[in-house]
T-cell receptor, first 114, second 115 residues
């Protein structure tokens, strides 16, 4: 099976712009989660989508939004970019099997905001 | 509230030796899962091993084993016969199996394997 894919892998934007990141989960996985990773804050949970519905949400401002499509692919959008949004954005998909739900991560999108 | 603590920011180990990475957790949920992930410099988080709260035996996956001590709320990762390719950041994570089902991650331990 193909793993989780994320596009683009690298992105440079300027303050005030918006950005959309894409994540394709492992085939058959219906849950997609997004994380922001920075050296200072570590790995922080953004949100999780399951069957096109947001199931969980972290403590991020409303500039961060996401959605999931019927094929389980997910997009994350950040509007009005700030310098502090520079980070590695990781997407993970998971499936519940036998009571265990394990997340498998994509390679991430490195976003640099100038 | 859920919490994961990794107290070792960095560790060194000699090639071919075993190393233990510490992880303690806090939760009031009786049902939870514990995970370890490896993150090389490339950035991708690689799933290593899982332990369920009701599992009686410690999980093992190849050279990785999880030393699960439920009463102490610890879930240490043991890597046997370290290899140079094991140099990476290692994250401990927990997911409660009720309530929010959120994953939370520790701050990570950077492991350097020396030749």
């Amino acid at each position: 099976k193909a793993g989780v894919t994320q596009t683009p892998r690298y992105l440079i934007k300027t303050r005030g712009q918006q950005v959309t990141l894409s994540c394709s989960p492992i085939s058959g996985h219906r849950s997609v989660s997004w994380y922001q990773q920075t050296p200072g804050q570590g790995l922080q949970f953004l949100f999780e989508y399951f069957s096109e519905t947001q199931r969980n949400k972290g403590n991020f401002p409303g500039r961060f939004s996401g959605r999931q499509f019927s094929n389980s692919r997910s997009e994350m959008n950040v509007s009005t970019l700030e310098l502090g949004d520079s980070a590695l954005y990781l997407c993970a998909s998971s499936v519940l099997t036998g009571g265990e739900e394990t997340q498998y991560f994509g390679p991430g999108t490195r976003l640099l905001v100038l | 509230a859920q919490k994961i603590t990794q107290t070792q920011p960095g560790m060194f180990v000699q090639e071919k030796e075993a190393v233990t990475l510490d992880c303690t957790y806090d939760t009031s949920d009786p049902s939870y899962g514990l995970f370890w992930y490896k993150q090389p410099s490339s950035g991708e988080m690689i799933f290593l091993i899982y332990q369920g709260s009701y599992d009686q035996q410690n999980a093992t996956e190849g050279r990785y084993s999880l030393n699960f001590q439920k009463a102490r709320k610890s879930a240490n990762l043991v890597i046997s016969a370290s290899q140079l390719g094991d140099s990476a950041m290692y994250f401990c994570a927990m997911r409660e199996q009720s309530g929010t089902y959120k994953y939370i991650f520790g701050t990570g331990t950077r492991l350097k394997v020396l030749a």
